[in-house]
């Protein structure tokens, strides 16, 4: 298979050294992308800036904006079979960037705007690939990852809390459409990333029964 894997966090631009961002640290992402690598499938990660080494075997390119994540996923599905959007893109971003460096005030209003929605937007170009979100949930977790699903068009969506945020072990479960879900309770990253490689790997040869 060909898989595109995102991982990290996005960074929008206040002014020259400022940035809105969130405490991703790309270590989810990174963890399927290793596993897809090991099980022998050609993979390309698409990461936002973290400290993290590259795995071995995995085409790398990089972004750090919302609209550059973006860009670089709708290239990469060109002849992709599956998307795993582990990334973390920002909901906002600054109204407008400030030339320079801004200097210190007493108090600054920051206008934010809402910034594309990357997976949402990626939905048109689905055809027959398989598509995995993730969805970072705190209240009405499983309504909304459902909700995400369907505008989505997900084929599975896996669900965790801000609790995952730079740890390598935290709770997740998969829920599917129609409402059926698998939890797996609290487990090492790389326990989730060989789980979501299961799903995908029985999901394309379902569909591709001569294909690996």
Request: hydrophobic share 45%.
């Amino acid at each position: 298979m060909h898989i595109v894997v995102t991982a990290g966090p996005t960074r929008e631009y206040i002014d020259d050294v400022r940035f809105v961002s969130n405490p991703s640290s790309g270590r989810m992402g990174f963890c399927i992308a290793a596993e897809a690598a090991g099980r022998g499938h050609d993979v390309r990660l698409l990461t936002g800036p973290v400290c993290l080494d590259i795995p071995s075997g995995v085409e790398v390119s990089r972004f750090e904006t919302v609209e550059e994540l973006y860009a670089l996923a709708c290239a990469a599905l060109e002849d992709a079979d599956c998307l795993v959007m582990a990334a973390a893109p920002g909901d906002y971003r600054p109204a407008s960037r400030i030339a320079g460096k801004h200097k210190k005030q007493p108090s600054f209003a920051l206008e934010l705007v809402a910034t594309r929605d990357v997976l949402a937007s990626l939905a048109v170009r689905k055809a027959d690939r398989i598509f995995v979100g993730f969805a970072v949930e705190t209240n009405d977790a499983l309504e909304n990852a459902r909700k995400k699903i369907q505008a989505k068009s997900l084929d599975f969506i896996v669900l965790n809390t801000p609790a995952s945020f730079g740890r390598d072990r935290a709770d997740f479960t998969f829920v599917f459409p129609g409402g059926r879900t698998r939890p797996l309770g609290t487990v090492a990253k790389t326990d989730v990333a060989a789980a979501i490689l299961n799903e995908v790997e029985i999901m394309f040869h379902q569909d591709n029964p001569r294909e690996v």
